[in-house]
């Protein structure tokens, strides 16, 4: 071996070990030196590679000034510093330099054919910059470099476009691959599901299940697959699908992976089987469960209105977990759902990281909820930052329950302030207004509806028979079985009339007689969805409705009695949380 090789296999062998940007500075002259900077590119771009990926702040620029200096350049010396920029904390430099080689000025020497890695790294970069128009401009280059049949290239730019919520290009380049790796499922897959097509998402993961020959031999769905998918179900609340995607885990031994199991806890909460969650919470051993673990756990207790075991289960956490602020979160929400002022309060206060305006907004919730508004007015107006919209909102919210028109109209004021123009906003205070019989004032709220053009957002509700979601509006009668389902809505009323229900018109907050009120009542669209439930179900069987906005109390009282009247447990996810009705009780105490 002569002298320069075994000199340059002695450089290679201290890459490892540069740790400080001195290091990299001596390595450098060193490589200036002894002349390998020119004669061996590949210790030269390995060497590039390491700088550009340095936590050092002052090393990516270091590394761009050496790719600068060199005469001629390689593909893998722009490649290494494609990526470091990429990977940086201003990606779009990575494209900035990818069109800077794109364009060269005629003077410049040569320049590096563009490889798919330089498009990989071009297209991590514009993924992180959520900037679809380079990613289609990129896209235009895989096409005309001749690098369109390469699987991983092709993946990245299906995952690009996902991320920059282009879902109709990412499909699009997903039905164009003849070739499909386990990545190219799972980058779809997250897409779709993250994104707004989790029905899609979960129509693909069963595509996925039913048809592993479109895999390569010996590749499997791994632990991303299986979240992905568990993503979509907790999304749209499909328990179906959701014991399916476990199911399918179990085959693969996936079940036992602590992220899947973190997956698992989120979708069977948020599907509303809160004993399921628990049970994959407890078949994780106590030494492999992470803060992930503790953070979703407790979440499903606070979402049931278990508030007082999600302090438990708070109290109970390892030293060797540090709770953050999603954690904090989580228990907030615990006691704003149980009514858990002084425990709430004294959680917030011993906060070990810096509360956000989430942290406020849900004391301010917890406290408005209690009937304490003028400490929920105070904490809003003494925070270390100026309050948002969700965080008036939230104290309209309070006043709306309460009654306080005074505090409505501040809140109100403060929104118009802000530059809200949601149809909740003037909802609520039109409701306050409504509910002291001030017509005259609703009137006037709904012109400035209308002379703003701002639409009321229609409630609507959901409940799954036999793996088919079924949709429901006020006064629905689109449903091929509608007849049906208004002849047991009348079977319902009659039954619970029995049990002493009388429509609690004051939710009808309108200028009309109380016969209309009650007719008003009687068709919302969660009861149209559990009359369903009841004609389409087994006798004993539970009934699981999802709803976009809040159950009104006409609502909660009918669910209560049908579930002593039927014999069914009935578990409603609204828009804040989940209820649980059973024997004529909710398990929210009626405290929602």
């Known amino acids: 071996m002569s ?89 779009s430099r990575s494209l900035l330099l990818l069109a800077g080689r794109l364009l060269p000025a005629p003077s410049q020497a040569p320049l590096p054919r563009l490889d798919a890695l330089s498009l990989s790294f071009a297209l991590k970069a514009s993924a992180r910059c959520s900037d679809a128009p380079t990613t289609a401009q990129i896209h235009a280059l895989v096409v005309r470099l001749g690098v369109a049949a390469d699987v991983r ?69 791994n632990e991303v697959t299986i979240v992905a998918a568990l993503s979509a179900c907790a999304q749209i609340g499909s328990l179906k699908d959701g014991l399916y995607v476990h199911e399918f885990a179990k ?18 909460s948020k599907c509303g089987s809160l004993s399921r969650a628990l049970d994959v919470f407890h078949s994780i051993k106590p030494e492999d469960r992470t803060l992930v673990s503790y953070n979703a756990a407790i979440q499903a207790h606070s979402m049931h209105g278990h508030g007082g075991d999600a302090l438990k289960l708070f109290d109970e956490m390892p030293t060797r977990i540090e709770p953050d602020g999603v954690t904090y979160l989580a228990v907030l929400c615990g006691c704003n759902h149980s009514g858990l002022v002084d425990d709430g309060l004294r ?17 301010v919730d917890l406290l408005g909820r209690a009937g304490c508004l003028t400490e929920a007015y105070d904490t809003v107006i003494s925070m ?22 005074e505090l409505a109209e501040l809140a109100a004021n403060k929104l118009a302030e802000l530059g809200s123009n949601v149809d909740g906003d003037y909802v609520l205070l039109s409701n306050v207004y409504a509910s002291k019989a001030r017509w005259m004032d609703v009137g006037r709220i709904r012109d400035t509806m209308r002379s703003n053009d701002v639409q009321k957002v229609p409630g609507f509700s959901y409940i799954e028979i036999d793996g088919v979601m079924h949709k429901f509006i006020k006064g629905d009668k689109e449903h091929p079985r509608w007849q049906e389902i208004y002849r047991a809505l009348g079977d319902i009323v009659s039954r619970i009339s029995e049990l002493g229900y009388e429509p609690e018109t004051s939710n009808v907050l309108h200028d009309i007689g109380e016969e209309e009120k009650q007719y008003a009542l009687c068709y919302h669209s969660e009861k149209l969805a559990i009359a369903f439930g009841l004609i389409a179900t087994p006798p004993g069987e539970t009934l699981r409705v999802i709803k976009n906005l809040r159950i009104c109390g006409d609502c909660h009282v009918v669910a209560k009695l049908i579930s002593k009247a039927y014999g069914r447990v009935i578990v409603i996810r609204d828009r804040a949380r989940f209820h649980r009705f059973e024997d004529g009780q909710c398990s929210c105490r009626d405290y929602w």
């Open 3 to 91: 002298a320069a090789a075994v000199a340059a296999q002695h450089l290679e062998s201290l890459l490892p070990r540069l740790a400080s940007l001195p290091h990299y500075k001596q390595f450098h002259a060193r490589l200036l030196t002894s002349g390998h900077l020119g004669s061996c590119p590949g210790l030269r771009a390995r060497f590039l590679d390491r700088l550009a990926l340095s936590p050092h702040p002052d090393a990516l620029p270091h590394a761009l000034l050496l790719l600068r200096s060199l005469p001629t350049p390689a593909t893998n010396d722009l490649n290494a510093a494609l990526r470091g920029l990429a990977a940086s904390p201003h990606p």
């Open 153 to 221: 290239l092709l993946t990245t730019l299906l995952d690009s476009y996902a991320k920059c919520c282009d879902l109709a290009s990412a499909r699009k380049v997903f039905d164009e691959m003849t070739l499909r790796d386990v990545a190219t499922w799972n980058s779809l897959l997250a897409g779709l599901a993250q994104g707004t097509e989790p029905n899609l998402a979960l129509t693909l993961f069963h595509r996925l299940a039913d048809s592993f020959q479109e895999l390569p031999s010996r590749e499997e769905p």
């Open 251 to 268: 085959r693969f031994g996936l079940d036992r992976d602590v992220r899947v199991c973190n997956s698992l806890i989120d979708m069977y």
């Open 347 to 363: 959680v917030f206060n011993s906060m070990r990281v810096p509360p956000n305006m989430k942290h406020y907004g849900t004391i």
């Open 384 to 405: 270390p930052f100026p309050a948002d919209i969700v965080l008036w909102q939230t104290l309209l919210g309070a006043a709306k329950m309460h009654g306080v028109v």
